[in-house]
């Protein structure tokens, strides 16, 4: 399967901060990115589906000012949570897919514990 | 209705069963079937992509798509306390949009 990485694991940051999320894909192009939004004992929330060089699509309820998606390569995409509060302390996890693999799997990076203050 | 349904569990077994993990759906398009596993605070890891109906089997893994029933499932032979994990069944069309069912948390006890 394919590498992703994310940076930071964990961060802790003060409600009205801005925190940034990085998601790499290390071993193949991906063309299409995804965010997602885990609870604690939760199954995965899809955010946001970003495909490389175009806007971000987000889910029904999510806020696009507040969760800024940013894929400006095949190889790194980031989410940027502003002004952070509370109730967006969670568990971020990023896939990355190709389409030239002709099947619509995905594989996912080992996400990033977000707890705001 | 939720489009995929998922028994949370727990499911606690003891090592060397035979486990047995379901999910059903409505949704008579989806194609694409896979199977992820989860350990606490990691992301998921991939265990089993099918496509379409039949069976396909990786080592103790066997998952099973039964599109007339609108049923898959997984088994793991002669399970390992380093199974113990939350299993995520997931499922599309010909988009790149995975549907998650809500997991199925299992504890495989020496």
């Known amino acids: 399967g394919a590498v992703v990485s994310q940076h930071p694991s964990w961060v802790i940051c003060k409600s009205g901060t801005s925190v940034k999320i990085e998601c790499r894909s290390l071993d193949f192009q991906a063309t299409t990115m995804f965010w997602y939004r885990q609870f604690p004992k939760q199954s995965l929330m899809l955010m946001a589906t970003?495909?490389?060089?175009?806007?971000?699509?987000?889910e029904q309820g999510v806020e696009k000012d507040k969760f800024l998606i940013n894929h400006a390569s095949l190889t790194l995409s980031t989410l940027t949570v502003t002004s952070a509060h509370p109730e967006d302390s969670s568990f971020y996890i990023c896939s990355t897919s190709n389409r030239a693999k002709g099947y619509d799997t995905q594989y996912f990076g080992p996400g990033t514990r977000l707890t705001v203050l | 209705q939720k489009e995929v349904e998922q028994d949370p569990g727990p499911l606690s077994v003891p090592e060397g069963a035979i486990v047995s993990l379901n999910c059903t759906y409505s949704?008579?398009?989806?194609?694409?079937f896979m199977w992820y596993r989860q350990y606490s605070r990691k992301g998921p890891e991939l265990l089993m992509y099918?496509?379409?109906?039949g069976n396909k089997e990786d080592g103790r893994f066997t998952a099973q798509v039964d599109k007339s029933s609108k049923y898959i499932s997984l088994f793991i032979r002669d399970s390992q306390p380093s199974d113990s994990a939350t299993y995520l069944c997931a499922m599309n069309k010909n988009t790149d949009k995975l549907i998650f069912g809500t997991g199925t948390r299992l504890q495989v006890f020496p």
């Open positions: 970003s495909n490389e060089g175009s806007k971000a699509t987000y």
């Open positions: 099918t496509y379409s109906s």
């Open positions: 949704n008579s398009a989806f194609q694409y």
